[in-house]
């Protein structure tokens, strides 16, 4: 089993920056990736971002990009998403996901690993 604990979420305005955080605990696997999706309420799950285990390869979706930026940094078993010009439609709970087959998929179903989630809030 793979534990993943995010952090990093809060209240922020509108053109402000965020840091999550995804730290994986207990089994790990070499070619996992590790990727973003969130929540709004009363919305439907939506993919964020993802990257390979070596984070040379990334996918991102269209209403982050340029905005957003996942990274990863193996030796701490930890993904990152800057998250820059956050707008109030950016406002869900944030999650870490891990696809142990390392793809880079954007359908929820594709990923093996959730974590609890963080709120993310921004104001207008």
């Known amino acids: 089993q793979v534990q993943l604990a995010e952090s990093g979420g809060g209240s922020v305005q509108a053109g402000g920056s965020l840091r999550l955080s995804c730290v994986a605990s207990?089994?790990?696997?070499?070619?996992?990736?590790m990727g973003w999706f969130r929540r709004a309420p009363g919305k439907a799950r939506e993919f964020v971002a993802a990257?390979?285990?070596?984070?040379?390869?990334?996918n991102y979706a269209d209403s982050v990009k340029g905005r957003f930026t996942i990274s990863r940094d193996n030796t701490k078993n930890m993904g990152l998403l800057q998250m820059n010009s956050l707008k109030p439609e950016d406002t869900a709970v944030y999650y870490c996901?891990?696809?142990?087959?390392?793809?880079?998929?954007?359908?929820?179903?594709?990923?093996?690993?959730w974590g609890q989630g963080t709120q993310v809030t921004v104001s207008s």
């Open positions: 207990g089994r790990t696997f070499s070619s996992a990736s």
């Open positions: 990257t390979t285990w070596s984070g040379l390869r990334t």
């Open positions: 996901v891990v696809d142990r087959l390392g793809h880079l998929l954007s359908t929820w179903y594709s990923y093996d690993y």
